[in-house]
């Protein structure tokens, strides 16, 4: 996770569930550190200034898609329907660099640790384990 | 507030155009052929501005505008609007600078076109209203 974040590559997150999963609750814990008590309009200015910065197209399906994506997190469930899972995951690992960067000093590396070790232990809490609930297993005897 | 019912609607004025009519069989559920080319595209972009004026200000909430668009595409689910897009022609209609490239004229005009029928019935326009915004659409 780290090292995709860092590099802004997904390769080192590859496809299996579990890293993509913590991808979205790490995107999800930057996009509301930073949006929550914002208009919403401010992030179609925001998601335009990341494009144009990126020397990226600015006006078309990439900015609605981004600009979607954030507003997901943020509660409105339906808006990014239809976004293909790379195009999310490519959009949500620009947007944590680019947020990460922008609201706090210090390395990357440092950076990008607490944030992923926030939505670690954010997963850990709210997601079923894989072996059932623990108020359901067994007692042992 | 708009009142109940206006007692000085003038009626008369019915849509004279294709796009018009089209505009109007689709807002009162009434079956039509759907009419093609450039001066169809324009009523139809002119009157979805109109209706979208008359339903949200420009500092309406987002939330609120994609209430509506959800309810739209809920209303008719096989037609598949594309929310996104939806959202910010009307964002555009009400002056925004938003992202709108790449939308093609087919995909503007089916959402003008819904999006238009669905705003009518959220002001439940009469059809004497609705028949004076398309008018004005095809008077410019």
């Known amino acids: 996770m780290l090292t995709s974040l860092r590099d802004e590559n997904r390769a080192a997150i590859g496809a299996l569930p579990a890293p993509i999963r913590l991808l979205r609750e790490v995107f999800a814990v930057a996009v509301r550190r930073c949006f929550t008590d914002r208009d919403p309009r401010e992030i179609t200015e925001y998601v335009r200034e990341l494009l144009i910065r990126r020397r990226l197209p600015f006006d078309g399906g990439h900015a609605r898609e981004a600009e979607a994506l954030i507003r997901t997190a943020l509660g409105e469930l339906e808006l990014a329907a239809g976004i293909p899972d790379d195009r999310r995951i490519a959009i949500m690992i620009v947007v944590v660099g680019d947020l990460a960067r922008a609201e706090a000093t210090g390395s990357d590396v440092t950076l990008f640790e607490g944030l992923v070790e926030h939505a670690e232990r954010r997963v850990a809490r709210f997601d079923p384990q894989p072996n059932g609930r623990p108020w359901r297993r067994k007692r042992p005897r | ?140």
């Open chain 2, 1 to 140: 507030m708009m009142a109940t019912h206006r007692a000085d609607a003038p009626g008369g004025r019915h849509p004279a155009t294709p796009g018009g009519r089209y505009l109007r069989a689709t807002a009162i559920n009434d079956r039509a052929d759907e009419p093609h080319g450039d001066a169809v595209r324009d009523v139809c972009s002119r009157a979805f501005a109109s209706v979208v004026q008359l339903r949200f200000r420009p500092d309406t909430p987002l939330l609120a505008i994609a209430c509506s668009v959800r309810a739209a595409a809920h209303r008719h689910p096989a037609l598949a609007v594309r929310v996104r897009e939806a959202e910010m022609l009307i964002r555009e209609a009400l002056g925004e600078q938003v992202p709108t490239g790449g939308i093609t004229p087919d995909q503007a005009v089916a959402v003008h076109v819904l999006l238009f029928a669905s705003l009518v019935d959220e002001l439940a326009l009469t059809d004497d209203e609705l028949d004076e915004l398309i008018a004005d659409a095809e008077a410019v």
